[in-house]
């Protein structure tokens, strides 16, 4: 444990020295939190094992010298070796579900969660009435459990190239209890699900572009570079998806795809296809739909 370490006692003095650590070493967030402050506060309540949402109670409370030299620990890789968050607790959340992750997965922060279900019921209809969805590159299982969650008659497959991811998602589908409704399939993008076809299918692949890689802060390199790269312009998974999900998607069925800030890039590839820019509290232009029949008639 540092030197320092040893002057500060209680939470409020931990919570003022990770945040200015954090400010000190120009950490980069986004896997969960925004800003210092509220990194600190979720890293120090996770490590203490004390409610997340309770920190105002705890805030005076001294801290026995194991407390403060798991906190000491737990900080310095966050700080040193720029680990993010989520894989110091091994746990993310998207809105009030709960994941497990390692560094076998992308981090869990798709703008689709915020769609499912009303954002898509327009397009899709009565979610009791979708019976069969496609999670195209699943990463943890996040998306496909929040399907499955979200729409009550659905068969999710759920579907990723990588065999480590896989094994994270089947921990994940476990702990919710839904290994009977999502089938996990190891295929690259739609190379292993012929004879298949969905009401609905929801990607988020990987769309960082080359230039944008290479610029990437260090917390973003310990996710694996294959749920990130999208190649030169991004699109490299997008097109494909694109292109052959006509044939994995019933008559109505339904394509709803996260690019992140690349619509530029997508409408100047597929000029003639009538995306529809879906948007969520953080982004108007992250995500598009598109239905079957438009697919088709715009190739």
Known sequence: M?????DLVTLRDWLRYAVSRFGEAGLAFGHGTTNAYDE????????????LDRLDPFLDARLTQAERTQLAQVLERRIDRRVPAAYLTQEAWLREFRFYVDERVIIPRSFIAELLPDGLAPYVGDPDEVASALDLGTGSGCLAILLAQHYPAVDVDASDVSTDALTVAQRNVADYGLADRINLIRSDLFSNLSGKSYDLIIS???????????????????????????????????????????????????????????????????????????????????VFLIKREALVAGR
Do not use: C
Not at 2 to 6: D, F, G, I, Q
């Open 40 to 51: 600190a506060a979720y890293l120090l309540l996770h490590t203490l094992h004390l409610p």
């Open 204 to 286: 988020n692949p990987p769309y960082v572009t080359n230039v944008a890689m290479g610029a990437l802060p260090p917390e973003y390199r310990h996710e694996p570079r294959l749920a990130l790269a999208g190649g030169e312009d991004g699109l490299d998974a997008v097109r494909t998806i694109i292109e052959q999900a006509p044939r994995f998607l019933n008559p109505a069925g339904t394509l709803v795809v996260e690019v992140g800030h690349n619509r530029g890039a997508v409408e100047l590839a597929f000029p003639k296809l009538p995306f529809v820019w879906l948007e969520t509290a953080m982004s108007s232009d992250g």
């Open 2 to 6: 540092s030197a320092a370490a040893h």
